[in-house]
């Protein structure tokens, strides 16, 4: 066994519509055949995955009878029992159904509003009944084509209205369940409300439970925006608010590509494992992408396949960058600190300020220092293309 073999403490997970997908697009009709979410679990098993997250209808279609629910759902829950795979993730479809065009807590109609929550109770139910942790909320319908349609304004009250309800609905039947907001700037909406990982940081103080909600950043969604990741997962991660994030990978300026981790911007991907690895992010790494449309049933599991291997690939050159002499040496000169400024340390005070005030900098010198920051890079580039 290589180390590059997923293990259970490696927290890795699945969407069932990610190994499903069965690579309609736009333009061309499905290339495999439909998996049945019981098949979806013993592949995921197969691989090595450690868990596998859902929407609602991922697993119980949309017009299921009660009857038909609890046997599906019976169903799924021997797989995961004779798999060992857990669901440490659920969420709501509140995007495919046609009664969503217009949006879900957001749409103008009061009747899909509440149509929407009435759904995303009974996904909460769904979730926590099969052990969610955490349930997501990707508002994909979430926006506008046209704005003379709402106000967003309007519409973030509306959406502030539905977390709050389901917050409270959530704590009155004691679900140990928080909640992971997702933002993405477009697709299929031309605008979706709150583009952003920030976007969605913000809104989440606006909240009655603002300690019960963080956010589900992905990759391919910050870098449609054309955005360093990285920054976005550390903005959340300093806030308390890295509840879940979604791993795949996708180039700037594109649609929404969903590519196997690491496809495309490999040094992005080192530094995002760099930064999760070395923080002790505990949470599960998800992969929300899905095989190229060229792929089959074995092509389905390389790009499961690979989307692990490269995390612990990457995770491996982390470790190696952290102990790396040449690497560290310049670290430890470039954040080197000789003490003389050790008294403006521990906030304001006034004396400081005055003191600050005062102080006499040489700023010819300190534009002066090399920083060396090209050798830094060249020796992380060394490190990635595995000659160091
Ligand atoms: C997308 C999104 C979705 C969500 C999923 C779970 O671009 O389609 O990333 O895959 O992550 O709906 O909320
Ligand atoms: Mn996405
Ligand atoms: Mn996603």
Request: proline share 4%; glycine share 10%; aromatic share 12%.
């Amino acid at each position: 066994m290589s180390s590059y073999d997923p293990k259970p403490e490696d927290r890795f997970t699945f969407g069932l519509w990610t190994v499903g997908n069965t690579g309609r697009d736009p333009f061309g009709v499905e290339v495999r055949k439909a998996l049945t979410p019981v098949q979806i679990v013993h592949l995921l098993a197969e691989v090595g995955a450690w868990g596998v997250n859902l929407h609602d209808n991922d697993l119980v279609p949309i017009d299921a009878t009660p009857a038909e629910r609890d046997r599906i759902v019976a169903d799924f829950k021997r797989a995961l029992a004779d798999t060992g795979l857990v669901v440490p993730m659920a969420t709501t479809n509140l995007f495919g159904d046609p009664a969503f065009k217009d949006g879900a807590f957001t749409a103008n109609d009061p009747q899909v509003r509440a149509y929407a929550l009435h759904k995303t109770l009974r996904a909460i139910d769904l979730g926590v009944e099969l052990g969610a942790k955490v349930y997501v909320f990707w508002g994909g319908r979430e926006g506008t084509e046209t704005d003379s349609s709402k106000s967003p304004a309007e519409a973030l009250k509306h959406f502030r209205e539905a977390l709050n309800f389901l917050c409270e609905y959530t704590r009155d039947q004691g679900y140990d369940l928080k909640f992971a907001l997702e933002a993405k700037p477009n697709e299929p909406r031309s605008n979706i409300y709150l583009p952003t990982t920030g976007a969605m940081l913000g809104f989440i103080e606006t909240l009655d439970y603002p300690e019960m909600v963080g956010v589900n950043p992905e990759v391919a969604h910050e870098h449609m925006a054309g955005l360093n990741f990285t920054h976005a997962v550390a903005q959340a991660w300093d806030a308390g608010k890295l509840f879940h994030i979604d791993l795949n990978d996708q180039l700037f300026g594109r649609y929404d590509q969903d590519f196997r981790f690491g496809a495309e911007m490999i040094k992005q991907a080192f530094y995002l494992v760099k930064f999760l690895e070395d923080v002790g992010y505990n949470g599960s790494r998800h992969f929300d992408a899905h095989a190229y449309r060229t792929e089959g049933a074995e092509g389905v599991k390389d790009f499961a396949r690979g989307c692990m291997r490269t995390y612990l690939i990457l995770k491996e050159k982390a470790a190696r960058f952290n102990q790396d002499p040449d690497i560290q040496a310049l670290l430890q000169a470039i954040h080197a600190d000789d003490g003389l400024l050790g008294w403006l340390a521990g906030g304001y005070s006034r004396d400081k300020a005055q003191r600050l005030k005062g102080w006499d900098f040489d700023r010819g010198a300190l534009g002066r220092r090399d920083l060396r920051y090209e050798k830094l890079d060249q020796l992380t580039i060394e490190l990635l293309l595995g000659v160091r």
